[in-house]
């Protein structure tokens, strides 16, 4: 349980909204990336970590942890932009999957990526749970995230050329949000799903669990960029 002395700095943060409680957990949904990026600075200086919940869809509340701060990116939910004329968008990792694609394909606006009509899991939910060499992974083209020491990190663009050096998007594909709090996501689209080499369903795409990142080589990358696991 995060202690009331945190609760109270953590509002303070969130400006006296945007957060309940629920049973022994304490959430916080912020609006913006700046104010994740402040709690993550917070989470730092006063010793408390950080899980990152989407929509609330796999919350565990059975799953109570001491001194920590759930953070969820529900609000986080926008459609920052639209480019019909190259087949980009950029949204908010808050934004539900189903809710997206439902309206973009009356656009005839597609990804290769099949979601059930009910479908409850966020944008940011499937990012970090999509198996890195799935179909669809090579069509997530940037993303913005907040370190382990709350720095912004914008990566990525829509023209290959001006990409150099690790491919950042790629690397925080399945990372169940160890690595950082994705914030915002560009993705590749097709005018019709004709064009789709292969189209898989998300059910099939996504890990189930944090097995896949749990080896030796990874678990030294979480220690080196996350030092003061921050993030949990």
Known sequence: MLSKKNQVKIIAVLEHKNYKSFQDNFIAY?????TVSSLVKLANKFNFNIATVGSGS?????????????LSTAKLNNIIEIDMQN??????TGMIWSN???????????????????????????????KPFSSAA?????????SPTGEII???CKTLKNVAGYDLSQ??????????????????LFPTEKTFFTC?????????DTSSIESALLSRIKKNIDPSKVFV
């Open 58 to 70: 796999t919350f565990n509340s059975s799953a109570n942890f001491d001194n920590i701060l759930y």
């Open 30 to 34: 912020p609006t913006d990336t700046k």
């Open 154 to 156: 914008n990566y990525g």
């Open 87 to 92: 087949l980009f968008i950029n949204v908010g």
């Open 100 to 130: 997206l694609f439902n309206d973009l394909n009356e656009k005839s606006m597609f990804f290769p990526l099949l979601h059930e009509k009910d479908c409850g899991r966020t944008l940011g939910g499937i990012f970090s749970t999509l």
């Open 138 to 146: 090579t069509y997530f083209k940037g993303i913005e995230f907040v």
């Open 171 to 188: 690397f925080m594909l399945g990372s169940f949000g160890k690595f950082g709090i994705i914030t915002s996501v560009l993705m590749k």
């Open 200 to 208: 898989d369903t998300i059910f099939d795409s996504c890990l189930s």
